[in-house]
């Protein structure tokens, strides 16, 4: 295949595409004279800890660098301090808090206090063995009736902040709101793809109040981390996360795509959550603290360094003595599930009082009997409430009076709340309007939940002209589901959309090309009434001749992903298809994808392509099918993208200076031609970005923070919860564990990303692009947007998984409830009921065994120790078509047992056995070949 410069050159340049960024020399050109209220210019204090190599600056008495101990790695930005120091620029050493005075009238407005506000050299005290201290007066209020002191520590080799107040004044006063503002090198702005890799991490909390702590992992996902957790007693709860507002400079972006911006360790939210977050249900109980007259109270955090990398995490924290909680299969507990596992690793002479939940029905806890391989753990098990939709939250009280919380989902069972999805995108976002000038009906179109209507207009064309992820999200979602939960009404109105928009309008029929949008905004080019309400004076308003261009390799994806999903339908239920054969939509989405990879006018086809693992599925099918020069092809034009990214630094590009989509495809082909190295760096990166906390909202949730300003209804900049990065994502993290099933880190963050794109689905069936994560909003988004891609995470990364995980005292399932395990003589038997949200896969993790069909469904398994077999009980899906037979798959790790289906007089098809199916359900049993 020829390959262009422009395209061998994308891997470099993409990650200055976007903004066209400035380099770091002209960024210190730019920094204005006279801004440094810090005080950097009159040097720093350097320290050291056993753990540490500390940088203080000398004036203000913030921190300005924090490595590890001999290490150049800085996880504060300390070489863009420079453009840093202005007032309202925030570092850690701030403290923001909202107090007001308690009398007997009535209490009085709150008053807002903010140590970056207009900073002035602090007063240096003596430090009796403290890293250095000061008092805050110089550069707060002079009518503040509180005297603020601030210490920074040596912890046991760890660095501590500590702040303590005084009430100086004669009056009671209530601290409503306290807070250390939270500065990590996340800044992106002018650094190249490289030096993000080499210099940046990334930052994500764990609102768990006591036991809440922040994470920090370098990008790149390798060497030591970081945790921030309270500092010792019970007076510094992370309450709440608040997002803090900063002027947005052009030396560094504050709020922009290349700078999320900084959040603060809210202790104390009370103030914020009666005035600016009221319509919120916030995740924990907001808080206030009143403070007599001469009364002293200390709050703090301790920075300790995760010397094993993002993985010791956990162990860090128990070190600390910070308690520690562990959930399988995570935090979203669908409705018929069987009970959860909740393990929570207890410090020393700690022991739980209580669990409680809220609301009180949500979520019944026992004490499980199980043994447990550590001393120190208590093993819960957590079943939700069968009439309880939405947010639930565990509250564990302990014996020293701290308190943490567990944040749980319960969403529909699985395979209802994808059938609603299905039926509400197939009927509420169904648009027919034929007399619709741009051509799009009849198609599946953008819907906005808020004003309960389907999107037609919008200044971000794509969104109304089903094209990109915003605009294509939702028929890929609703022809995604077909392949693995089909319906015949929803398949009749997708072939209508496939004949009548997708093939011809979205997509040329003489070379397969797909245009970036099929709505535009040029009045002169088409007669139709542009709503005077919207400004069309955007970048993003295209014309005829931009929205036509078929220059985005994204694009090519949702149209192949679609064409296959129709495919694997109609292959396995055979009626379901009037307008087209089965191998028509194969050899269709085989043309997409090549027409994508060997146009050189396509760009961004040479960068990893969120949800393109559905290209390995085509793949795999044209050699199931045995359409050996289709499968030459393809793999050959696949084959130049992973050669290139093996000779790349940092492979992952896109169109953003920085993204977290690409790695899903490197990943995926890396490891399907052998380039094991690249593999494991992209995974590395992906655990980089991919945390793994007890909140349903982070756990598994790929970092995405700019989605919504293209594809959302509300446009920030913010922390996105169960964007699509989380489905994609947990594609490379589950692959990477069935190759070791050893490694249960790997599964509890990968199966909290596949499971989080459940909680997008609403009871009514409609599923927004995101949550908003800011504490005043705290919601699904309006517009169901980008989602599409998010539900290809789940539709390709769903199933059941019985592993071995010591955490829990042995085998434990993930989908699905332990039904029976007995222990003989000879070995375990376990038998498994499977609940994830489509049931045509399961994984064995002691076999290192996949078994997958392509109909009906897998309904238990049962695993047997002593001959290493696995008998499947197969049926018809309930409430859906009939099929005559399905096709059983088995996938194992090269190196590992071979398997066969050990059924007698069984056809071998399509490289798997084919299974007859009946109104009787069917037992397959496997066995070592």
């Known amino acids: 295949m020829n390959i262009s410069n422009q395209q061998a050159n994308m891997l470099s340049t993409s990650t200055t595409r976007f903004l066209g960024l400035l380099s770091l020399a002209q960024l210190l050109a730019s920094s204005a004279a006279g801004q440094d209220t810090l005080g950097f210019g009159n040097g720093y204090l350097n320290r050291s800890t056993k753990n540490f190599d500390i940088q203080i600056v000398r004036d203000a008495q913030t921190l300005a660098s924090l490595r590890p101990a001999g290490s150049s790695f800085d996880f504060l930005p300390l070489d863009y301090l420079p453009r840093r120091a202005r007032n309202g620029q925030y570092h850690w050493g701030d403290v923001t808090l909202r107090y007001r005075e308690v009398n007997t009238t009535g209490n009085t407005p709150w008053v807002d206090i903010d140590s970056a506000k207009t900073r002035k050299t602090i007063t240096s005290l003596r430090t009796d063995g403290q890293i250095s201290a000061a008092n805050l007066a110089p550069t707060l209020p002079t009518s503040l009736p509180l005297d603020i002191t601030r210490e920074w520590i040596d912890v046991a080799g760890d660095l501590g902040l500590r702040f303590t107040l005084t009430n100086t004044g004669k009056t009671a006063l209530e601290i409503g709101s306290l807070g250390f503002p939270a500065e990590f090198n996340s800044i992106f702005t002018g650094r190249s793809a490289e030096q993000i890799q080499q210099k940046c991490s990334l930052a994500d909390p764990y609102i768990g109040m006591h036991a809440g702590y922040i994470r920090v992992v370098p990008v790149r996902g390798t060497g030591a981390a970081l945790v921030v957790t309270a500092l010792g007693g019970t007076d510094t709860p992370l309450e709440a996360w608040r997002n803090l507002a900063e002027a947005s400079y052009s030396d ?26 009221a319509s919120t249900d916030p995740w924990n109980p907001p808080n206030s603290r009143v403070l007599q007259p001469g009364q002293v109270m200390t709050f703090g955090v301790r920075f300790s360094l995760v010397k094993g990398g993002v993985r010791d995490t956990d162990k860090t924290l128990s070190a600390a003595g910070v308690p520690v909680a562990v959930g399988a299969p995570g935090y979203v507990v669908t409705r018929d599930s069987g009970p959860a596992q909740l393990s929570v690793r207890l410090p020393v002479n700690l022991t739980v009082i209580s669990v409680k939940s809220d609301p009180p029905t949500a979520l019944r806890v ?118 693995v939960q089909p319906s015949a009404d929803e398949i009749s109105k997708l072939e209508q959309f496939v004949d009548g928009v997708l093939w011809g309008r979205i997509q040329s029929t003489t070379d397969y090309a797909v245009r970036k949008s099929i709505f535009f905004y040029q009045p002169s080019a088409v007669s139709y009434i542009y709503s005077r309400a919207i400004d069309w004076r955007n970048w993003w308003s295209w014309d005829k001749a931009a929205a036509y261009a078929t220059d985005r390799a994204y694009d090519y994806v949702h149209v192949a992903a679609t064409y296959w999903a129709l ?9 379901l298809l009037k307008r087209k054969t089965w191998d028509w939509y194969l050899d269709q989405a085989h043309k997409t994808v090549i027409k994508c990879m060997t146009d ?118 913010e922390r996105q919860i169960h964007h699509y990065g989380s489905g994609l994502n947990a594609l490379v993290l589950l692959s990477a564990f069935r190759s070791d099933p050893s490694d249960t880190y790997l599964l509890r963050v990968g199966y909290g990303g596949m499971t989080g794109p459940l909680t997008n689905i609403n009871r009514e069936g409609f599923a927004s692009a995101s949550f908003h994560s800011w504490p005043e909003t705290l919601k699904w988004d309006g517009y169901s947007g980008d989602y599409g891609p998010n539900f290809v995470g789940l539709a390709l990364g769903s199933g059941t998984y019985l592993v071995e995980d010591n955490e829990f005292g042995g085998l434990v399932v993930y989908g699905g409830s332990l039904d029976q395990t007995q222990a003989t003589k000879s070995g375990v038997v376990a038998t498994v009921q499977t609940q994830d949200a489509f049931r045509r896969r399961v994984f064995i993790g002691p076999l290192k065994l996949l078994v997958s069909v392509d109909a009906g469904v897998i309904v238990s398994f049962t695993y047997r120790a002593v001959d290493a077999s696995v008998s499947l009980l197969l049926s018809q899906m309930e409430g859906g078509p009939m099929a005559s037979s399905a096709v059983v798959w088995l996938e194992t790790t090269a190196g590992t047992a071979k398997f066969t289906v050990t059924n007698p007089g069984l056809a071998q098809t399509r490289l798997g056995w084919q299974v007859p199916l009946s109104t009787a359900p069917v037992t397959v049993v496997i066995g070592k070949a």
């Open 252 to 277: 560094t972006g504050y709020a922009s795509q290349t700078f999320e911006g900084y959040y603060e360790w809210q202790v104390l939210s009370n103030a914020w959550a009666t005035k600016e977050w």
């Open 600 to 717: 050189s006018s396509v760009g961004y086809s040479r960068d990893g392509l969120m949800g393109e693992t559905v290209f390995g599925e085509i793949l795999a099918d044209l050699k199931r099918e045995r359409r050996a020069v289709q499968a030459t092809a393809f793999e050959s034009a696949m084959r130049a993208r992973a050669r290139l990214w093996d000779a790349a630094a940092v492979p992952f590009g896109s169109e953003m200076a920085w993204d977290s989509t690409g790695q899903e495809g490197i990943y995926y082909w890396s490891r399907y031609f052998g380039y094991n190295a690249t593999a494991t760096k992209t995974l590395n990166t992906v655990l980089g970005y991919d945390p793994t906390v007890p909140h349903w909202g982070w756990n598994g949730n790929a970092r995405r923070y700019w989605d919504n300003v293209y594809g959302g209804k509300l446009q920030r900049i």
């Open 567 to 575: 495919y694997r339908a109609g292959r396995a239920y055979p009626d």
């Open 366 to 483: 026992t004490r499980s009997t199980a043994a447990t391989t550590a001393e120190g753990v208590c093993l819960y098990q957590v079943t939700p409430d069968n009439n309880t939709w939405g947010r639930a939250r565990l509250s564990l009280s302990f014996s020293d009076g701290r308190i943490q919380t567990v944040h749980y989902f319960i969403p529909e069972s699985a395979s209802v709340a994808v059938a609603g999805l299905g039926r509400f995108l197939t009927t509420k976002q169904w648009f027919t309007d034929t007399s619709d000038p741009f051509g799009r009906a009849p198609s599946v179109m953008t819907y906005d939940y808020e004003t309960k209507s389907i999107v037609t207009q919008d200044p971000r064309v794509w969104i109304a002209g089903l094209s990109d992820e915003g605009g294509a999200g939702s028929f890929l979602a609703a022809a995604i589901k077909q392949a």
